[in-house]
């Protein structure tokens, strides 16, 4: 019997010959095979490197070594430097000796960092440490608790020991290897003068060529000390996007007419593509003109109650003054002609992904989530109408704050189910980071959410050509990213506001007339501004009537803000109280019943535009 459980032991670790290469982003909080390194039963503990970069916080050998804990005469010996002060060229590479060990059943090397100011899980993760543990696992290892000034916090890096037993005879020590934009791993076998099926096969990953992505890590395989011949040339960096570049030769005469010719196609051509901006500029004025006209002579005709065009109360109470609408965006459609292209994937995959649509996966009616090359997407079910009108409306936008649309799977006919696959931002709908009392978001999280869902309905009204009215707005259609910014999501569905997975207070006009216009989007919006301030969730208003009732007026001083504090959500211990008086009041205003009582889109990203803080708005998506 126990000659019998060591070959079952041996069988199922033959799996850890192999450690998998984790592609999800440093900052993701989901965990995947490899996202730690698993230990292995033949090697508990080795002595082995991380790579680390310096940077803008750590520029010197004195500064690195500090952060690791090393001393740095040996610091200096092994990455072939004479000074601890001298300031590193910024991405220069340095050996960093750890001793890895197995804890529990990961990898680790363990460390301390000491918080010196406010900071996230995901910043020191992922911008201290440069992505050498996730986000998740640092979070985890500190049972997730509130980071304060002067915490010691436990940090595992990533790191494994070599399994001598398998295929890669030889192999001495495993590096932990920190990707960035530009690196791959045929670049990475020829800086570490190894095999790129050695790489592929101690990372499982799929030879030749396989895909990696920056901020995150891979394995290197190496049979004796690594050296430092894989450091960055002492060339200039790279430029923005790493895009190629190539040498300037000095132009001959012919070169020189050639540059002529180019220069004056290019002039000419950049004065036809400003006459094609202003056409299209002043068709697109006109047909708003046109429409909004058309939208009053429509309300004048259906209600039966007479609407005077009054003030909104947002202009005279908030910006001091009436806006004017935005003029000066291009309208995609001038782009057209260039092809929209998307994945095909077919059925099978579709229901690898999904776990053959298992029920676990299902997130609400129609809408599954699935794992698509190790990352997390959105699978949506769609008849074959809806999936060719979403397809075309996404065809004609493209923004920042709006989910992409990466993949389609068609039905075999047009009676059977077709399949959209969307990005799957790592935080999930903005409903369940409201819900989340344990991580709560803090107030600049809220209001950059805010401002980064008013700038993506701002593009759908005023940039597009007609413009388009989302119409189906609520917070479990807005999606956070990793970095806490937002893309809106359920874009070009059709009969939106009439659909099952509509939840919410919805604007009356609608209810009352079917009229679908720009403000519906503004009336859904005032409903999420107070659910970003009290985090509750209201299904028919009545709560929210009745909670917002102090903002018309009638308590005293003392009164109107305790019911403002007692309507915020708890979970907020610090918040600037003009702030929330301010996203207060713009609610109200947006979910006033007469449309023509809402400001303008223009309005609240004015009103929104000077909360945002400047530090919040330069985060990397």
Same mark, same amino acid.
């Given at each position: 019997?126990?000659?019998?459980?060591?070959?079952?032991?041996?069988?199922?670790?033959?799996?850890?010959?192999?450690?998998?290469?984790?592609?999800?982003?440093?900052?993701?909080?989901?965990?995947?095979?490899?996202?730690?390194?698993?230990?292995?039963?033949?090697?508990?503990?080795?002595?082995?490197?991380?790579?680390?970069?310096?940077?803008?916080?750590?520029?010197?050998?004195?500064?690195?070594?500090?952060?690791?804990?090393?001393?740095?005469?040996?610091?200096?010996?092994?990455?072939?430097?004479?000074?601890?002060?001298?300031?590193?060229?910024?991405?220069?590479?340095?050996?960093?000796?750890?001793?890895?060990?197995?804890?529990?059943?990961?990898?680790?090397?363990?460390?301390?960092?000491?918080?010196?100011?406010?900071?996230?899980?995901?910043?020191?993760?992922?911008?201290?440490?440069?992505?050498?543990?996730?986000?998740?696992?640092?979070?985890?290892?500190?049972?997730?608790?509130?980071?304060?000034?002067?915490?010691?916090?436990?940090?595992?890096?990533?790191?494994?020991?070599?399994?001598?037993?398998?295929?890669?005879?030889?192999?001495?020590?495993?590096?932990?290897?920190?990707?960035?934009?530009?690196?791959?791993?045929?670049?990475?076998?020829?800086?570490?003068?190894?095999?790129?099926?050695?790489?592929?096969?101690?990372?499982?990953?799929?030879?030749?060529?396989?895909?990696?992505?920056?901020?995150?890590?891979?394995?290197?395989?190496?049979?004796?000390?690594?050296?430092?011949?894989?450091?960055?040339?002492?060339?200039?960096?790279?430029?923005?996007?790493?895009?190629?570049?190539?040498?300037?030769?000095?132009?001959?005469?012919?070169?020189?007419?050639?540059?002529?010719?180019?220069?004056?196609?290019?002039?000419?051509?950049?004065?036809?593509?400003?006459?094609?901006?202003?056409?299209?500029?002043?068709?697109?004025?006109?047909?708003?003109?046109?429409?909004?006209?058309?939208?009053?002579?429509?309300?004048?005709?259906?209600?039966?109650?007479?609407?005077?065009?009054?003030?909104?109360?947002?202009?005279?109470?908030?910006?001091?003054?009436?806006?004017?609408?935005?003029?000066?965006?291009?309208?995609?459609?001038?782009?057209?002609?260039?092809?929209?292209?998307?994945?095909?994937?077919?059925?099978?995959?579709?229901?690898?992904?999904?776990?053959?649509?298992?029920?676990?996966?299902?997130?609400?009616?129609?809408?599954?989530?699935?794992?698509?090359?190790?990352?997390?997407?959105?699978?949506?079910?769609?008849?074959?109408?809806?999936?060719?009108?979403?397809?075309?409306?996404?065809?004609?936008?493209?923004?920042?704050?709006?989910?992409?649309?990466?993949?389609?799977?068609?039905?075999?006919?047009?009676?059977?189910?077709?399949?959209?696959?969307?990005?799957?931002?790592?935080?999930?709908?903005?409903?369940?980071?409201?819900?989340?009392?344990?991580?709560?978001?803090?107030?600049?999280?809220?209001?950059?959410?805010?401002?980064?869902?008013?700038?993506?309905?701002?593009?759908?009204?005023?940039?597009?050509?007609?413009?388009?009215?989302?119409?189906?707005?609520?917070?479990?259609?807005?999606?956070?990213?990793?970095?806490?910014?937002?893309?809106?999501?359920?874009?070009?569905?059709? !009969? &939106?506001?009439?659909?099952?997975?509509? =939840?919410?207070?919805?604007?009356?006009?609608?209810? $009352?007339? #079917?009229?679908? +216009? /720009?403000?519906?989007?503004?009336?859904?919006?005032?409903?999420?501004?107070?659910?970003?301030? !009290? &985090?509750?969730?209201?299904?028919?208003? =009545?709560?929210?009537?009745?909670?917002?009732?102090? $903002?018309? #007026?009638?308590? +005293? /001083?003392?009164?109107?803000?305790?019911?403002?504090?007692?309507?915020?959500?708890?979970?907020?211990?610090?918040?600037?109280?003009?702030?929330?008086?301010?996203?207060?009041?713009?609610?109200?205003?947006?979910?006033?019943?007469?449309?023509?009582?809402?400001?303008?889109?223009?309005?609240?990203?004015?009103?929104?535009?000077?909360?945002?803080?400047?530090?919040?708005?330069?985060?990397?998506?």
């Amino acid at each position: 019997m126990i000659l019998f459980w060591f070959f079952i032991l041996v069988c199922l670790d033959s799996s850890q010959a192999q450690q998998y290469y984790d592609g999800i982003e440093c900052a993701s909080s989901l965990s995947y095979p490899g996202s730690r390194y698993t230990c292995n039963m033949f090697q508990n503990s080795c002595r082995t490197y991380v790579v680390y970069r310096a940077n803008q916080q750590f520029q010197t050998i004195a500064d690195i070594s500090s952060l690791f804990h090393m001393d740095y005469d040996a610091m200096l010996r092994l990455n072939n430097l004479t000074s601890h002060s001298v300031v590193l060229r910024s991405g220069r590479e340095v050996l960093i000796p750890i001793n890895c060990s197995c804890s529990g059943q990961y990898f680790e090397a363990s460390f301390s960092y000491l918080v010196s100011k406010i900071m996230s899980y995901s910043e020191i993760a992922c911008g201290v440490f440069e992505g050498l543990l996730k986000s998740s696992t640092l979070a985890e290892e500190n049972l997730a608790q509130a980071i304060n000034m002067g915490d010691e916090l436990r940090v595992p890096l990533k790191c494994a020991c070599p399994d001598n037993s398998t295929s890669v005879k030889g192999v001495e020590y495993l590096v932990t290897y920190p990707f960035i934009e530009g690196d791959g791993p045929i670049l990475l076998s020829k800086r570490f003068g190894i095999s790129p099926e050695d790489l592929s096969f101690v990372n499982n990953l799929e030879p030749p060529n396989p895909t990696v992505f920056p901020n995150t890590t891979i394995l290197v395989p190496l049979r004796k000390p690594p050296v430092l011949n894989f450091n960055i040339p002492d060339s200039p960096p790279p430029t923005p996007g790493f895009l190629p570049t190539v040498s300037v030769v000095k132009p001959n005469n012919s070169t020189r007419l050639r540059v002529l010719y180019i220069a004056g196609s290019v002039v000419g051509f950049s004065l036809l593509l400003l006459a094609l901006m202003a056409c299209v500029v002043m068709y697109r004025r006109a047909y708003k003109r046109w429409k909004i006209e058309k939208f009053h002579s429509f309300n004048a005709r259906s209600s039966p109650l007479s609407i005077s065009p009054v003030r909104s109360p947002l202009k005279s109470g908030l910006t001091g003054r009436s806006s004017s609408p935005m003029s000066t965006c291009l309208s995609p459609d001038i782009l057209a002609g260039l092809k929209y292209s998307l994945f095909n994937y077919s059925i099978e995959e579709i229901r690898r992904a999904t776990r053959d649509f298992n029920e676990e996966n299902k997130t609400s009616a129609r809408v599954y989530r699935g794992v698509i090359n190790n990352a997390e997407v959105m699978i949506k079910q769609m008849t074959s109408v809806e999936t060719s009108h979403v397809i075309d409306v996404h065809s004609k936008i493209n923004h920042i704050n709006i989910l992409n649309l990466e993949g389609v799977s068609y039905g075999e006919s047009d009676l059977s189910w077709s399949y959209l696959v969307f990005e799957l931002p790592s935080n999930g709908c903005l409903r369940d980071c409201l819900s989340h009392t344990s991580n709560s978001l803090q107030w600049s999280q809220r209001t950059q959410i805010a401002f980064d869902i008013a700038t993506g309905l701002h593009y759908l009204h005023c940039c597009t050509f007609p413009s388009y009215a989302h119409l189906n707005i609520n917070s479990r259609n807005i999606f956070v990213t990793g970095n806490w910014r937002v893309k809106l999501a359920n874009i070009g569905t059709l !009969s &939106a506001l009439g659909s099952s997975e509509n =939840k919410g207070w919805v604007a009356p006009e609608y209810l $009352l007339y #079917g009229s679908a +216009s /720009e403000k519906v989007d503004i009336f859904a919006f005032g409903v999420v501004l107070l659910e970003l301030i !009290s &985090a509750r969730e209201d299904i028919d208003g =009545k709560l929210f009537k009745e909670s917002i009732k102090f $903002l018309g #007026g009638g308590s +005293s /001083e003392g009164g109107f803000l305790e019911q403002l504090r007692s309507f915020m959500d708890q979970q907020l211990k610090e918040y600037p109280l003009a702030e929330a008086l301010c996203l207060a009041v713009l609610a109200k205003a947006c979910v006033e019943d007469d449309p023509l009582h809402r400001p303008s889109i223009d309005d609240i990203i004015k009103v929104l535009a000077r909360m945002v803080e400047p530090e919040v708005n330069r985060h990397v998506w």
